[in-house]
């Protein structure tokens, strides 16, 4: 066995570089493709998921093995292999399948525990049987990972260690209450029909929300879901929606979850301000009304949200509102105007997030300045590029300087310190209007929404982030041992067939010498009956299978432990074996139907 597995996961790379490589339908089947071209690789499989990128590969030489594997992935994931090295990690035969036995019982996981991996290993291994790059170790070892994930589910309580993906973001949404009663009563929008999509609406159904609207590119899916939905004895109302109708529908839900295939971006900052805008009077101050029937408070307007965004990208006060800070005195930005602040944020329509912390962002309106504040307020965006200096022409320049200072010093801050430490200066400073939970990779959401007043953003990044000192359950342990044992004993029984191939090319060999002898008798003894005869061919064998069973049942222990390849060679040595028949065996053994059956993944 020569397993060698090169990948970035969410644990090695920042989630903008896992952005940027993911990998489509398409480039999943043309690195396999590629990937068998590759001298150094016999057999491969892609588990590509929301948070990894890991390329399997049976390959006959390491280092030529690891460099072909990582300049492919750059190809084809479109990332400069210069940019990709540094986060790439490497795992060889026995680490190799600990990490993937570890990735399958959710060990490796964002959140520890999840079980949604299991049916991204099924169908990496599907997709390597459909495309028949997946061999006899690669069936092998995503069966075995399969099962070892399996066990550890039934046999420990892992899931009590961590939720899944889906569940633990609506928590980072409901951040203080319980998710139950946090979506009591909340429409909720699921964007997606795929297998997270649904998950995310069968879990918002459970937890008791009033109803569930989904959209999809393919109508036809969507509505089915729906039907699951409603058919689920949950009391959720369900509908589909064509993906044209979701700027629609985002003025009337409370909770959107969205999870696509998309390449873009789904829902940009301009679709959510417009929605705002849209549950809102024209003075942009009346909280929208709460769900019929369901006694939910009213949810509070988010301070002239749409005003104060359209501002951010025109540069001027949008009607009825005055501007992003309309409602700010002047004091709380240090003397500076309200429509500065406006060409300010008219030039950060792609700015970077200033200080941002906390796994749930939160716009909060601008306080006071004091001391080292920022002169032109605390949320306004700061990207000063291009034109930057002719669109500022009039503002103070030490104003500009000090808000540059006090941006560096935020973003180094930032760095410093968890993004949760924040998370408190956010919570119940601004009230609610629109919870958004994005688990799709690349991003479907644009993360700029989280400036607007009002809106909470929960993403890969913040749920990796919120989740990395997340207290592990007892039960963790246990599965550890699991993995350790079935690591152990699949490297064995790989190892042992490594030397099967040999000692049945022994066994029949020594078959072939018993014929030849007996016919050889047969010659001399002409006068044997057929009872003598059979007696004899009998004796023979039994004499061969006896010299032969302890060597070979020894030497199959011994091939069986770490170091133990050598013994097939010294074998093939010792009674001069020919390679061709050992290498026939093998082939043969490799196309058994067994191996390629895909009813064993399941």
Not at 124 to 151: C, M, P, S, W, Y
Not at 470 to 495: L, T, Y
Request: charged fraction near 20%; aromatic fraction near 2%.
């Amino acid at each position: 066995m020569s397993l060698l597995v090169v990948g970035l996961s969410h644990r090695s790379a920042p989630v903008s570089v896992l952005e940027r490589a993911s990998l489509s339908a398409d480039a999943k089947a043309k690195l396999l493709h590629d990937t068998l071209a590759a001298e150094p690789a016999a057999e491969a499989a892609v588990l590509a998921t929301c948070n990894r990128i890991e390329l399997y590969a049976d390959v006959d030489k390491f280092h030529a093995g690891v460099a072909e594997l990582s300049t492919l992935l750059a190809q084809h994931s479109g990332v400069a292999l210069e940019e990709l090295t540094p986060y790439l990690y490497v795992h060889y035969e026995d680490r190799a399948v600990h990490h993937l036995f570890s990735v399958a019982c959710g060990l490796d996981s964002m959140v520890v525990g999840e079980g949604q991996i299991l049916g991204q290993i099924k169908d990496a291994l599907a997709l390597g049987q459909e495309l028949h790059t997946a061999g006899r170790l690669i069936n092998d070892l995503f069966q075995q990972a399969l099962r070892v994930g399996k066990r550890a589910h039934s046999e420990t309580g892992i899931d009590r260690a961590g939720q899944s993906l889906v569940t633990f973001g609506l928590e980072q949404l409901a951040v203080h209450l319980p998710v139950e009663e946090w979506a009591a009563g909340k429409r909720a929008l699921v964007i997606g029909a795929g297998s997270m999509s649904s998950l995310a609406a069968a879990t918002l159904a459970r937890v008791g929300v009033a109803e569930v609207v989904v959209a999809n590119r393919t109508a036809e899916r969507a509505e089915r879901l729906a039907e699951i939905l409603v058919a689920s004895g949950t009391g959720v109302a369900a509908r589909a929606v064509p993906m044209a109708a979701v700027a629609g529908e985002l003025g009337r839900v409370d909770v959107v979850v969205s999870c696509t295939g998309a390449t873009g971006l789904v829902l940009t900052g301009d679709d959510v301000a417009d929605a705002l805008a849209g549950g809102m009077d024209p003075a942009g101050l009346s909280p929208t009304p709460p769900l019929p029937g369901t006694g939910a408070a009213p949810r509070a307007s988010a301070q002239g949200v749409a005003g104060g965004f359209a501002a951010a990208r025109t540069g001027a006060p949008a009607a009825g509102t005055g501007g992003a800070f309309a409602d700010v005195p002047q004091a709380a930005v240090g003397g500076v105007d309200a429509e500065v602040v406006a060409r300010l944020a008219a030039l950060a329509e792609a700015g970077r997030r200033i200080a941002d912390a906390g796994a749930v962002r939160t716009i909060t309106a601008p306080a006071a300045v004091e001391g080292d504040g920022c002169p032109v307020g605390p949320d306004a965006p700061v990207a000063l590029a291009g034109d930057g200096r002719s669109a500022l022409a009039g503002v103070d320049a030490g104003s500009l300087e000090l808000h540059g200072a006090w941006a560096d010093q935020g973003e180094a801050a930032a760095q410093r310190q968890p993004r949760r430490a924040a998370r408190s200066q956010a919570d119940g400073a601004v009230p609610v209007r629109l919870a958004l939970l994005d688990l799709a990779m690349p991003r479907d959401i644009d993360a700029a929404v989280h400036r607007i007043p009002g809106v909470r953003l929960v993403d890969i990044e913040s749920l990796a982030e919120a989740s990395a000192d997340a207290p592990m359950a007892a039960d963790v342990d246990a599965v550890r041992g699991i993995v350790a044992g079935e690591v152990a004993a699949f490297g064995a029984a790989q190892r042992a067939a490594h030397i099967t191939p040999t000692v049945v090319a022994l066994r029949a060999m020594a078959a072939e010498v018993v014929a030849m002898e007996v016919a050889r008798l047969d010659g001399r003894v002409p006068d044997l009956d057929e009872r003598q005869r059979a007696e004899v061919t009998q004796t023979v064998r039994r004499v061969v299978d006896k010299l032969l069973h302890a060597p070979t049942v020894r030497v199959k222990q011994l091939a069986s432990e770490p170091g133990g390849a050598g013994y097939a060679e010294a074998l093939r040595e010792l009674f001069d074996l020919d390679p061709q028949t050992v290498a026939s065996v093998s082939r043969a053994d490799a196309a058994d139907p067994k191996n390629d059956d895909p009813g064993r993944a399941s």
